[in-house]
């Protein structure tokens, strides 16, 4: 599965399938997404970023059985894409006021941070593996490259995981 | 199998064939060391496997399909563009402030033709915190401050770029409201966006720079409040106002607008999607003190192809990017601020090798970890510092945003 640049013309029977989709596929994305991201809005922004792009490009029909791989497919890129960014220059947007943490959730942030400190190709792998349950098969496909580049992948993130984790403070 | 299969544990629940699997578990049966690595790579596989707490679903904005224009409404709309045109260049010498009746009386026309809030409903002014009231106006649907929506907060005086930093700081340090942050929204109409993050009763909050005017609407959607939003631009469009112009001459965004358009510099990114300039303010976390750019925050522009990821706090570098120093600048401060940058990799903000001088008053360095290049040029008063993808395109760009602000 390849992405296309050409413009898809949006009718209203495609908007309304596009809807749908988004109602079926969008909570399991953004926890995806979130798990890759340091802040809610930033995966909240990747995931309108996904479905932006799906619909502009040619792809599954979203009512098809293909769209959710498909889905996936664009959310990964565009997740490696931000993190690959990140790493060159770094904004905020704007300085506003943040909430105070919440203990509870110290543990799962570590993950996160240590998720995107890593490289984008190695965790989105692991995410798509450990969290979303996808088998190196369908990852290999979604993503376009080998089975054994899958599980390179996976085993090496699962190295530098350890290593950043421990570099951030975590206990294994 | 090697003494210590460190890889095939490491990618043990992968797809290991049967014989591999059996082997590496006696192994680990065997081995101390291996079997603390399982352990720890099961403990690993266990924390990224933790599901992600449920999160409630944003709201979606819904694309609108095109709308095709006969040929006799596209020439009715060249005349009242004409029509309006005159108007605005009339109207624009007599009213240099909008008040709070002008202002409800836009909001009170754009609220009905957006479809937010009662149709019959009229706008009346309300009364703003002493902190905002010398600079600007604001007014609700019906008149109450107590519903959600529509609200139009209106700048009542001409607001630059590099104000607004400053004013959604104002805003959302203000009890009365409650916006939440603000975050850049994309936009292609020439105008930028910020749109809130959380709301207050007052529903979703949208501020709009279109030069010369800044205002803020509310209402209780995303999309509700695009709407209106589009609506009140439309408005000031109509109404014998000083024209929306883009003209300044110390805006970041409005001047490497037009240097890219000058240089010849692409304004579509690779699928046809027109670029947009997009405001950023450089990370606060580094303490203003230690960096030499300090001076540079609220000055700093990309024209990229963010779009749709503008609110992210990262961007390429190789677009283009203008950081646009405020102050008069001497050759001798720019050296200065020249000095090689390097901070801690958690905390990095402007890593670049060392400054090459290319001329008298321009520099060229690169990007440390991607190709992009950066320009920098001090031509007194002016100090600024440009990126692009090739060491060429940014000494193009650099001499266009100088050529823009030199001219009269």
Redesign the interface.
């Known amino acids: 599965m390849q992405e296309s640049a050409a413009p898809m013309p949006v009718s209203a029977l495609h908007a309304a399938e596009w809807d749908l989709a988004y109602r079926t596929h969008g909570h399991a994305l953004l926890r995806y997404l979130r798990r890759l991201s340091p802040t809610q809005e930033m995966a909240e922004e990747l995931l309108h970023e996904t479905f932006a792009r799906a619909m502009r490009t040619q792809g599954p029909e979203p009512s098809s059985d293909d769209i959710r791989p498909w889905l996936y497919r664009i959310a990964t890129n565009i997740a490696i894409d931000q993190s690959r960014r990140a790493r060159r220059f770094r904004f905020v947007p704007f300085l506003g006021i943040e909430p105070a943490p919440d203990r509870d959730t110290d543990q799962i942030d570590l993950v996160r941070r240590v998720l995107h400190a890593m490289p984008p190709e190695q965790s989105t792998a692991l995410v798509l593996r450990l969290h979303e349950g996808f088998a190196p098969p369908e990852i290999a496909v979604m993503l376009g490259i080998s089975e054994s580049a899958v599980r390179s992948r996976l085993v090496r993130g699962r190295r530098k995981f350890q290593e950043t984790y421990e570099r951030m403070g975590g206990l294994l | 199998m090697t003494a210590h299969p460190l890889?095939l544990i490491?990618?043990m629940d992968?797809?290991l064939d049967l014989d591999q699997k059996d082997r590496v578990v006696r192994h680990i049966g065997e081995c101390d060391t291996c079997r603390s690595l399982a352990r720890?790579?099961q403990?690993?596989?266990g924390?990224?496997?933790?599901?992600?707490?449920?999160?409630p679903?944003?709201e979606?904005?819904?694309?609108r399909?095109?709308v095709r224009v006969a040929g006799w409404a596209f020439a009715f709309a060249v005349v009242v563009t004409l029509v309006a045109t005159m108007a605005v260049l009339v109207g624009s010498s007599r009213q240099t402030q909008v008040g709070s009746s002008e202002a409800c009386g836009v909001l009170a026309v754009a609220a009905r033709s957006a479809g937010v809030g009662a149709v019959t409903a009229r706008a009346a002014a309300i009364e703003l915190p002493a902190s905002l009231s010398e600079s600007w106006t604001a007014c609700a649907n019906g008149g109450r401050a107590d519903r959600a929506g529509p609200w139009l907060l209106f700048r009542s005086r001409p607001t630059e770029g590099q104000e607004v930093?400053g004013l959604?700081?104002a805003l959302?340090?203000t009890d009365r409201f409650a916006f939440?942050?603000?975050?850049?929204a994309s936009t292609a109409d020439g105008t930028e966006r910020?749109i809130s993050?959380s709301g207050s009763g007052l529903g979703q909050a949208m501020a709009v720079l279109a030069d010369p005017y800044f205002f803020v609407v509310t209402a209780p959607s995303r999309d509700a409040t695009e709407r209106l939003a589009a609506a009140v631009l439309a408005e000031l469009r109509r109404r014998p106002w000083p024209p929306l112009s883009d003209a300044s001459k110390t805006d970041a965004c409005a001047v490497l607008r037009r240097a890219v358009s000058s240089a010849g510099l692409p304004t579509k990114d690779?699928?046809?999607?027109p670029l947009t300039t997009h405001r950023?303010?450089?990370?606060?976390?580094v303490p203003a003190d230690n960096w030499p750019y300090g001076h540079m925050l609220t000055n700093?522009c990309g024209f990229d192809s963010d779009a749709?990821?503008s609110?992210?706090?990262?961007?390429?570098?190789n677009d283009s990017h203008l950081i646009l120093r405020e102050e008069p600048t001497t050759l001798q401060q720019a050296n200065g601020l020249l000095a090689p940058l390097s901070f801690p990799s958690?905390r990095?903000?402007?890593n670049v090798y060392g400054w090459v001088q290319i001329e008298a008053g321009m520099w060229l360095t690169h990007?440390e970890?991607?190709p992009?290049s950066a320009v920098a040029v001090s031509d007194e008063p002016y100090f600024f510092v440009v990126t692009q993808a090739t060491d060429e395109a940014a000494i193009q760009l650099a001499r266009a945003v100088l050529a823009e602000l030199k001219r009269p």
């Open positions: 890889e490491a990618g992968d797809g720890t790579m403990r690993i596989d924390l990224i496997a933790t599901p992600e707490p449920a999160l679903l944003p979606r904005a819904t694309p399909e095109g930093r959604l700081v959302t340090t939440g942050k603000f975050s850049p910020w993050t690779a699928s046809g999607s950023h303010w450089l990370d606060m976390s700093v749709g990821l609110s992210l706090p990262v961007v390429a570098l958690d990095t903000v402007f990007g970890d991607s992009w």
